[in-house]
């Protein structure tokens, strides 16, 4: 069974830096995935990473902050985030995909049930 769990989010002043974890089983072979949900707004996507850890993608608003990885057993999945803004406030989750690459934005299966991620400015 799939299972997604994450963690690490909380209040950050402007500037400053998050490490999201997701601690997932049952995805060993499964490309994975952050995505964010601000408060009236519809879920977006952040980064996304293979299976095999080789390949990754950013939404481009995000590229140069943001960076992905899992561990090598895939059990953990990681988004790092530096210079933290108001505007990358939401809800984190991280989501799985059985694809053999990099997912398209609507073949992930699996979703956890998000961290918090706050802002101030």
């Known amino acids: 069974q799939v299972q997604l769990v994450e963690s690490g989010g909380g209040l950050v002043q402007a500037g400053g830096s998050l490490r999201l974890s997701c601690a997932a089983s049952?995805?060993?072979?499964?490309?994975m995935g952050w995505f964010r949900q601000a408060p009236g707004k519809e879920r977006e996507f952040v980064a996304a990473?293979?299976?095999?850890?080789?390949?990754?993608d950013y939404a481009e608003s995000e590229k140069g902050r943001f960076t992905i990885s899992r561990d090598s057993f895939n059990s953990t999945l990681y988004l790092q985030i530096h210079s933290l803004q108001p505007e990358d406030t939401g809800v984190y989750s991280c989501a799985a995909a059985g694809v053999g690459g990099i997912p398209r934005r609507n073949e992930y299966n699996y979703w956890g049930q998000g961290t918090q991620v706050t802002v101030s400015s």
């Open positions: 990473i293979s299976w095999t850890g080789r390949s990754t």
């Open positions: 049952g995805v060993s072979s499964y490309a």
